[in-house]
């Protein structure tokens, strides 16, 4: 049994991997915005598994943050963090809200860095425990019109692949969860459900959960879940980058954007 924090446990990915770790008993602590519904989800994981399960409300964009989490649970002992939180948004980078896209980056990039920061200390005393980071396909390619996202996940696959070498002598795993389009919230908020690159099939939350989360008690680096999506990174690799980048742009696009 470990005790397990995931960001990002209301809705989608990040629920489905918050059911499979209670699932196999391990306790619980959900970090989202909504308070509510994490409240009712705990519940619901509590009756059905048996497992114990806290709740903290934060906004992961705001400056200490991530601090507060920390030292909140600085009595109990964290084995396994997920850092799962994230969102994106779809538009030219001059046009997009400015704000919108620096807490993007204060999401996607600098939450997942300072909990894994704060958390892996302890990890290395004990050599134990593990890191499932949430990345994406996106992390493979530039992504016009979705700029500043792709560009957040690029970090999170190269962070969370320098994290394992470093530790590859150690029993700490260390995995990206990178998947393609997946039907959640995140279509709606990013904007990017009505993009080409969603219309050619979305996978279910579900099904993307399990195989980043065997992925990681297996101990793989990176987990592409979809057999299509699997050969995205080798084709990216085996083309000219001027034509990843544009074929990129206009996956992101739509028919409303031309
Ligand atoms: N869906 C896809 O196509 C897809 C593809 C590749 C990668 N991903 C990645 O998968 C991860 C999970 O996304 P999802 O698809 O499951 O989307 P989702 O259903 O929208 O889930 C996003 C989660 O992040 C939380 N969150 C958003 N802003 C937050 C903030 N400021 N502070 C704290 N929590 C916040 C949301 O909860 P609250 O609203 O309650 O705060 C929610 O629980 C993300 O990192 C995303 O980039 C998604």
Known sequence: MNNVLITGASSGIGLELARLFARDGNNLVLVARREELLNKIAGELNSDFGVEVEVIAKDLTLGKSSDEIFMRLKDREIDIVVNNAGFGAVGPFSELDY????????????????LTRLFIPRMVERNSGGILNVGSLAGFQPGPYATIYYATKAFVLSFTEGLKEELKNTNIKITCLA???????FGEVSGLDKSFLFKFGTMGAKEVALQGYNGFLNGETVVIPGFSNKLLPLLVRLSPR????????KLNRSEKSG
Request: no cysteine; net charge positive.
């Open 242 to 249: 001027f034509l990843v980048r544009s074929i990129t742009a």
């Open 99 to 114: 704000k919108r896209q620096v807490d993007m980056i204060k999401l996607n990039i600098t939450a997942l860095t300072s």
């Open 179 to 185: 998947p393609g389009p997946t039907n959640t919230e």
